[in-house]
């Protein structure tokens, strides 16, 4: 029974936040600044983002265009001027509604004849180092099986001081043993997220590719595990964390 009151609230936050992740999304504003932009220059090209969630552009950008796998996650936000009011761009968006704000930033990198990157590791190695240089947060770099992660490991307090934080999927949780849908794990496994942050955390999308996803029911327990070990266990290996003032959400890719 308390499993499936975790599960039916996080059902009902799903849905109000997928709402409100619509409204706010860079998509809703089609800026071509919020698209990570690549010009290629003879032998060597230079990786540009100006936009919400610069590490999240650009993981995108390297996917669509050269197929890297490459995740992106946001750092907690609770200094007000790591902030934006998106109502002024998107008028239909309740006032007040606060998103990351734009910051920008760029990386020349040497390019195959095609146009790919030389190294891969060496280009988002640098993007991180420049990502670290030019924002107040900090990030580090993560390799699991061939695929790539930006992980936040620095923000800013309240006041706007630096401070060291913990990155949400780093965060120990405890699911108890059943036999249960995978996706209503991930649903306990945010919930556990959302307890201990404060921070109302969502988990995973219902559909990827047009199926619905984690409808297999499979006997799932964790104790006291990484978020992220635990989101590897329930099949997911790629994904994107997205937050704002009160929200996170784990999107998969």
Not at 5 to 24: N, P
Not at 74 to 99: A, C, H
Not at 225 to 235: C, K, N, Q, T, Y
Not at 244 to 252: A, G, H, P, S, V
């Amino acid at each position: 029974m308390t499993e499936m009151k975790y599960f039916t609230g996080a059902m009902r936050f799903l849905t109000r936040t997928l709402a409100v992740l619509v409204a706010i999304s860079p998509a809703a504003v089609p800026q071509t600044s919020d698209i990570a932009q690549i010009e290629r220059h003879g032998d060597s090209a230079v990786l540009s983002v100006n936009t919400f969630r610069p590490l999240d552009a650009i993981a995108t950008k390297l996917e669509s265009q050269f197929g890297i796998a490459v995740s992106a996650e946001d750092p907690v936000f609770q200094f007000r001027g790591d902030l934006m009011d998106i109502s002024f761009e998107v008028p239909r968006v309740r006032p007040g509604t606060l998103v990351p704000a734009r910051w920008r930033f760029e990386v020349q990198f040497p390019t195959n004849p095609d146009g790919s990157p030389q190294n891969i590791r060496e280009l988002l190695t640098s993007i991180v180092a420049e990502a670290n240089l030019r924002s107040p947060f900090a990030y580090r770099l993560d390799e699991v099986s061939g695929a790539f992660f930006f992980v936040p490991t620095r923000s800013r307090d309240a006041q706007g001081r630096s401070i060291a934080m913990t990155p949400l999927l780093d965060r120990p949780v405890t699911i108890p043993p059943g036999v249960r849908r995978i996706n209503e794990s991930a649903a306990l496994m945010a919930a556990d997220l959302s307890r201990q942050t404060g921070l109302r955390v969502s988990c995973c999308q219902s559909v990827i590719a047009g199926y619905p996803w984690g409808m297999e029911e499979v006997m799932f327990a964790a104790s006291n595990e990484p978020a992220r070990s635990v989101l590897r266990r329930l099949g997911l290996n790629h994904w994107h964390v997205r937050c704002d003032e009160k929200f996170c959400f784990i999107d998969m890719r």
